[in-house]
């Protein structure tokens, strides 16, 4: 069953507005952790921002926020006051339980593609 | 310098030829990863290794071939290889220990062409 979900293949957004990319994801485990990367055209993986499941607050870092909704099992990110240099793909990510509990897997969702539009 | 260096970043191989990818990280982590990016897959994980031990290997065909000679370096040794193989090979690092916050990070990628 797949277990990170992204459901937009693309977004368009216009120069300085803010964004936001759908993430929903399934998990029985109750400790699990919730990543966004950004991939421009050269192919690097950049990692953007991490919210764990136990954290009360939503993460931001800089422009970027994630909006967790726990019960939705939802982790949106939202990119405000967009710029040029935003557009590339974005992936969500989710990690299960620990490495203590042989928990290295990190998977992926589908990604989305955003442009910026000038 | 980059935290997580890959090289080459573009490789176009024959069926028959045997190269290999190469991984430095210099984060100071103790796992490490292969990652395998085809058009219109999600991201899948190819190998871990923890602590300079194997501990994932999912399925991959033996073709691909790992090496982990300490923390800081990773290899990926390609030999008879398919055209459906031609793919982006990311690796990345990150620090065991329990909890599910430690972050994954990539290099910029391999691109290999296989023909």
């Known amino acids: 069953a797949q277990k990170i979900t992204q459901t937009q293949p693309g977004m368009f957004v216009q120069e300085k507005e803010a964004v936001t990319l759908d993430c929903t994801y399934d998990?029985?485990?109750?400790?699990?952790?919730l990543f966004w990367y950004k991939q421009p055209s050269s192919g690097e993986m950049i990692f953007l921002i991490y919210?764990?499941?136990?954290?009360?607050q939503n993460a931001t870092e800089g422009r970027y926020s994630l909006n967790f909704q726990k019960a939705r099992k939802s982790a949106n990110l939202v990119i405000s006051a967009s710029q040029l240099g935003d557009s590339a793909m974005y992936f969500c990510?989710?990690?299960?339980?620990?490495?203590?509990?042989?928990?290295?897997?990190?998977?992926f969702g589908a990604g989305t593609r955003l442009f910026v539009k000038a | 310098e980059t935290g997580v260096t890959q090289t080459p970043r573009h490789l176009v191989m024959g069926m028959t030829n045997k190269k290999s990818l190469k991984c430095e990280q210099h984060?100071?982590?103790?796992?490490m990863y292969w990652y395998k990016q085809s058009a219109k897959k999600p991201l899948e994980l190819m190998f871990v290794?923890?602590?300079?031990?194997?501990?994932e290997n999912n399925s991959v065909p033996s073709r691909f071939s790992p090496e982990c000679p300490n923390s800081s370096h990773l290899f990926l040794h390609l030999h008879t290889l398919q055209p459906e193989d031609s793919a982006l090979y990311l690796c990345?690092?990150?620090?065991?220990?329990?909890?599910?916050?430690?972050?994954?990070?990539f290099g910029e990628g391999s691109w290999l062409t296989v023909v």
């Open positions: 990510a989710m990690r299960e339980g620990g490495f203590s509990t042989g928990g290295f897997k990190t998977i």
């Open positions: 984060l100071g982590h103790n796992a």
């Open positions: 990345a690092s990150s620090q065991v220990e329990a909890g599910v916050g430690n972050t994954i990070y």
């Open positions: 998990t029985s485990d109750p400790s699990y952790g």
């Open positions: 290794y923890s602590l300079e031990e194997r501990v």
């Open positions: 919210q764990g499941s136990y954290d009360q």
